[in-house]
């Protein structure tokens, strides 16, 4: 069992930054691939970003590439989504979470979640 607490978020005007984190709680992510997704109102879960720590990659959403980086701290246990040139169409719920075994985008086979975070982008 991982239990992912999600912190960050808020209201931002276009063009401006905001830094999302996700902390696992008991164990670390170390053994995991791990992403962020966001869903807005009346649209599907998307993903945005992704680390496998196995293997040592990043990889991104094509709607957010060159814009928002995923990273983690040292010990493991905490992953980030710095964005930067924010975009009212940007603004969702966003999601950070967890799996076992390959990279994948596919919101499905993710098997842990956070608690989801408010992003607002006003243009």
């Known amino acids: 069992q991982v239990q992912l607490v999600q912190s960050g978020g808020g209201l931002v005007q276009a063009g401006g930054s905001l830094r999302l984190s996700c902390a696992a709680s008991g164990r670390t992510f170390s053994s995991y691939v791990t992403g962020w997704f966001r869903q807005a109102p009346g649209k599907e879960r998307e993903f945005v970003a992704g680390?496998?720590?196995?293997?040592?990659?990043?990889y991104y959403g094509d709607s957010v590439k060159g814009r928002f980086t995923i990273s983690g701290n040292n010990a493991k246990d905490t992953m980030y989504l710095q964005m930067n040139s924010l975009k009212p169409e940007d603004t969702a719920i966003y999601y950070c979470?967890?799996?076992?075994?390959?990279?994948?985008?596919?919101?499905?086979?993710?098997?842990?979640w956070g608690q989801g975070t408010q992003v607002t982008v006003s243009s």
């Open positions: 680390i496998s720590y196995t293997i040592g990659i990043t």
């Open positions: 979470a967890v799996k076992l075994g390959a990279l994948s985008r596919d919101a499905q086979s993710y098997e842990y």
